[in-house]
């Protein structure tokens, strides 16, 4: 049973902060790592997706990847209230279906 | 509009019936996926079709549920006999190769 979790929130930061996402899955063949971002009553709006250890930055936005740790993470800089949602975390293998977390929700306060 | 779309938006029916959602995905993409969602937790993966071939269906999905994706285009969801637990966000994405998937706005089912 492939799993990915993540910490279900709410996780709360003050306007300007850092917030920081984390995520880990329990498949070490996955090789694609996606975060989303869904507003309450929408879909699931893609923000940055990883595929090799390391950080990819952009904007406001830094997705970090260690694999050896099974851990992906999201940070984003200078927060805004606008930010405020559900963060979710999707893992892929080749040719394999997408398994999604649990989201953490995230509030930022201003 | 070139984004995954979704039809009907909301759908709100007796328990017993049976109900059809369409998706139409990106039209370079070759993958389809249908997921459901429900409060508080993340998307669940139903099924997905590579062009007209459903490559793989969730082992929770019960035989009420059926996809097709006849033509490697748009693709169907039905449920039939719906029951109080099928009430959930069902939502389709498509993709291209080993790029992200992109969703639609999702039909929102409702049991009575």
């Known amino acids: 049973q492939k799993e990915v979790e993540q910490n279900s929130g709410p996780l709360s930061v003050p306007e300007g902060a850092i917030a920081s996402l984390n995520c880990t899955y329990s498949d070490r063949g996955s090789q694609s790592f996606f975060w989303y971002r869904q507003y309450s009553g929408k879909s699931p709006e893609l923000i940055m997706f990883i595929y090799s250890n390391g950080d990819k930055e952009d904007g406001r936005f830094t997705a970090q990847l260690n694999k050896a740790s099974q851990y992906v993470s999201l940070l984003i800089r200078d927060s805004q209230p606008s930010d405020s949602a559900t963060y979710l975390c999707?893992?892929?293998?080749?040719?394999?279906?997408?398994?999604f977390g649990p989201g953490t929700r995230l509030s930022v306060l201003p | 509009d070139t984004g995954v779309s979704q039809d009907p938006r909301h759908k709100i029916t007796k328990r017993g019936q049976n109900v059809t959602f369409r998706c139409d995905p990106i039209?370079?993409?070759?993958?389809l996926y249908w997921y459901r969602q429900t409060l508080g937790q993340g998307p669940e993966f139903l099924t997905y079709?590579?062009?007209?071939?459903?490559?793989?269906k969730s082992r929770l999905l019960s035989d009420r549920f059926s996809a097709e994706r006849p033509k490697g285009s748009f693709s169907t969801l039905e449920i039939q006999r719906t029951e109080q637990g099928d009430s959930a966000m069902y939502l389709c994405a498509s993709q291209q190769g080993n790029q992200p998937q992109h969703f639609g706005d999702g039909t929102r089912l409702s049991i009575l």
């Open positions: 039209s370079e993409h070759n993958r």
């Open positions: 079709f590579q062009n007209e071939a459903q490559l793989e």
């Open positions: 999707a893992v892929n293998s080749r040719g394999q279906n997408f398994v």
